[in-house]
T-cell receptor
Framework: SQKIEQNSEALNIQEGKTATLTCNYTNYSPAYLQWYRQDPGRGPVFLLLIRENEKEKRKERLKVTFDTTLKQSLFHITASQPADSATYLCALEGGTGFQKLVFGTGTRLLVSP | DAGVIQSPRHEVTEMGQEVTLRCKPISGHDYLFWYRQTMMRGLELLIYFNNNVPIDDSGMPEDRFSAKMPNASFSTLKIQPSEPRDSAVYFC????????????FGNGTRLTVT
């Protein structure tokens, strides 16, 4: 069955460092991969989208890579700030059903001053 | 742009009661999704609509759940009768366009069934 895995343990880093979050998937061939940020008590907020034929995408301090051979996406936040503390979710679309965005369970990031 | 609006924000009800959750998508968006989020299972897609028509309801857990979209600016998710295991945060999201478009989420309804 299709599976999307994100590290369930929180990632703790110091302000100024680069945070790297991982999204692995199995039994899936997504055409699109998206990353969202979720703060407590709020809905997820879209950050970045990357297509299957793209290796890397950047937006300000954010960078996403997509390796369809490894079935993995990495999400980087450079020069991290305490305000970056949140849960980050990856979401896949394509394969068996377009229009259906399937989410991972998310990884909580804590950036300490 | 007011974003996706959900009501109520919190709902506490007793087992066996009917619960209705409401969603107003972003104006002009042609897709609407209902998700449920729990600690154990994360975000699960329940059902989605395209141009007010239900396209895929394979994620709806059982017949106790039903969803409607009578027009482009309103959708409901109903649970009847409710059970304690339905306790979760229910999110509505909308988007403009098909695959590859970002979802815009509301802030959810936290449902507690006692």
């Amino acid at each position: 069955s299709q599976k999307i895995e994100q590290n369930s343990e929180a990632l703790n880093i110091q302000e100024g460092k680069t945070a790297t979050l991982t999204c692995n998937y199995t039994n899936y061939s997504p055409a699109y991969l998206q990353w969202y940020r979720q703060d407590p008590g709020r809905g997820p907020v879209f950050l970045l989208l990357i297509r299957e034929n793209e290796k890397e995408k950047r937006k300000e301090r954010l960078k996403v890579t997509f390796d369809t051979t490894l079935k993995q996406s990495l999400f980087h936040i450079t020069a991290s700030q305490p305000a970056d503390s949140a849960t980050y979710l990856c979401a896949l679309e394509g394969g068996t059903g377009f229009q259906k965005l399937v989410f991972g369970t998310g990884t909580r990031l804590l950036v300490s001053p | 742009d007011a974003g996706v609006i959900q009501s109520p924000r919190h709902e506490v009800t007793e087992m066996g009661q009917e619960v209705t959750l409401r969603c107003k998508p972003i104006s002009g968006h042609d897709y609407l999704f209902w998700y449920r989020q729990t600690m154990m299972r994360g975000l699960e897609l329940l059902i989605y609509f395209n141009n007010n028509v239900p396209i895929d309801d394979s994620g709806m857990p059982e017949d106790r759940f039903s969803a409607k979209m009578p027009n482009a600016s309103f959708s409901t998710l109903k649970i009847q009768p409710s059970e304690p295991r339905d306790s979760a945060v229910y999110f509505c999201a909308s988007r403009l366009g098909g695959e590859g478009s970002p979802l815009h989420f509301g802030n959810g309804t936290r449902l507690t069934v006692t």
